[in-house]
């Protein structure tokens, strides 16, 4: 079936050649394209479903949706999103069929939105923006104004919008409006193409888990002045765009202290508490990356280690005083070993399995310093690995698993595999998918070594809890 390619021109026709591995282009819709450009500057000219939903790997877009018509994302919640590295699937309100990682497709109608929660306090939520358009309108001196608004803020809370280039620099927080919302317009100097936006609970207030927040992303576009000045280096705009923040904040929210960054980072990372004059420094001036892994350490050692003390209290276990160490495995069996006596240890490894795998996983995984690419393989394997593991009590695992010459899924159950190879199926399903195909054209050329033997591990010494992330 012919379909709009990914990261085609829009009205122009494709079709995705299995033996070339491309997608190849009609010829009977590029000759016009020329023309209209030279006509109407405001064409767009990238779709925005790049990184979407893969069948095959092919570009998927609802056959029920023009890409013009108004939609409306709901931020699927059965697919975490609490990491910059974890893609994101949406539901649409009025189409069933659509998915994506990215939010790009609000940019084709002004009417569109996403909906999304704070399910807690603590909870952030990341979104996948690309923005490929630019470097096109950049080469028919086309200037473009992109703004992204925050909106629909629950009465009572205070919501925070920050945009990240692809390098993890931080470009761009929103600021009020005086309507109840809050919106920022990206810099016209940062040519990324690829941003995240975080949406996070500001000052300690309480988030509402009822309540939907909203994000709007608009374009104007008009004719560059190409005799002014091209300005400072990339590096110069950061650095003033950072010191105008700092000195827009608050005087009781501006950091006076001598630390730098990276001794701010280093002791969110440990744990010792945080006034809301370093927090608003490091959410200015260090990268996400940075931030992340600091705050991975931060909510480790302050919200769940203490959870997990007082939980193997209450299983009869004391063992404030004690060295352990704790390891994970893909499956989410865990391994207690150290000074303890064996019933205690099975007890442990009981107690962390049945209320704290997850937390254990996602606060590992995120304080690691793994590329992003890295990060969605061990995660993926354990995803496919888990869901196996208790869906079909183990009859099958990734080794059964193989992918034929039409892009279908095979090697499981005939009823499992049509839920995976159908488009209709949720959310869930569809993640599992695209991370079998991920991982399965990884394999053919590296092997699965290294992912299949992955195990994330923690020492215990007393009150104080170590991840190990060499």
């Not at 790049?50 to 092919?58: L, V």
């Not at 590992?364 to 690995?385: G, K, L, V």
């Amino acid at each position: 079936m012919a379909q709009k390619h990914p990261h085609g021109r829009k009205q122009e026709t494709y079709r995705y050649d299995r033996k070339q591995k491309k997608w190849q282009r009609s010829r009977t819709a590029a000759g016009q394209m020329k023309g209209d450009l030279e006509l109407n500057h405001i064409y767009n000219i990238t779709s925005p479903l790049t990184g979407g939903s893969h069948y095959g790997n092919k570009g998927f877009a609802s056959p029920m949706k023009e890409l013009n018509e108004q939609t409306v994302l709901v931020e699927n919640c059965e697919n975490k999103n609490d990491s910059y590295r974890q893609k994101t699937k949406y539901d649409d309100k009025t189409d069933s069929y659509y998915s994506t990682y990215d939010i790009g497709i609000l940019l084709q109608n002004t009417d569109s939105y996403l909906e999304g929660k704070l399910e807690t306090n603590e909870d952030t939520d990341y979104y996948s923006f690309s923005y490929a358009q630019r470097s096109f309108y950049e080469k028919m001196e086309i200037g473009t104004k992109v703004t992204i608004r925050l909106e629909h803020i629950p009465e009572d809370c205070d919501y925070d919008l920050v945009v990240y280039d692809t390098q993890g620099n931080q470009i761009g927080m929103a600021k009020d409006t005086g309507d109840g919302s809050k919106e920022l317009t990206l810099p016209d100097w940062n040519n990324s193409g690829c941003y995240t936006i975080k949406v996070e609970n500001h000052g300690g207030r309480n988030a509402d888990a009822e309540q939907p927040y909203r994000i709007r992303i608009t374009e104007e576009k008009f004719q560059k002045d190409t005799t002014a000045d091209g300005g400072q280096e990339y590096d110069d705009e950061i650095e003033k765009l950072h010191k105008e923040q700092y000195h827009s904040l608050p005087e009781d929210e501006r950091y006076t202290g001598t630390k730098t960054v990276e001794e701010l980072l280093e002791k969110k990372a440990s744990g010792k508490s945080m006034d809301k004059r370093e927090e608003a420094y490091l959410k200015i001036f260090a990268s996400l990356q940075e931030y992340e892994r600091a705050a991975a350490g931060s909510r480790m050692k302050n919200t769940w280690f203490p959870k997990i003390q007082d939980a193997l209290e209450k299983a009869g276990l004391d063992l404030r005083e004690r060295e352990y160490a704790i390891e994970m495995d893909l499956y989410g069996k865990i391994t207690v070993t150290g000074d303890l006596s064996e019933e205690e240890k099975q007890t442990a490894a009981r107690v962390l399995e049945e209320q704290f795998s997850d937390e254990l996983w996602d606060c590992h995984m995120q304080a690691s310093d793994y590329t992003t690419e890295e990060y969605r393989r061990i995660d993926a394997y354990r995803e496919i690995s888990g869901f196996l593991q208790k869906s079909t009590n183990g009859r099958y695992s990734w080794s059964d698993i193989s992918v034929d010459e039409n892009g279908k899924i095979r090697g499981l159950s005939e009823k499992m595999c049509q839920l995976l190879n159908s488009q209709e199926c949720n959310g869930r399903y569809e993640q599992l998918r695209d991370d079998i195909f991920m991982l399965y054209d990884y394999e053919k050329t590296y092997g699965m070594q290294g992912l299949s033997d992955y195990k994330v591990k923690y020492e215990v010494s007393g009150s104080n809890i170590k991840m190990i992330t060499d």
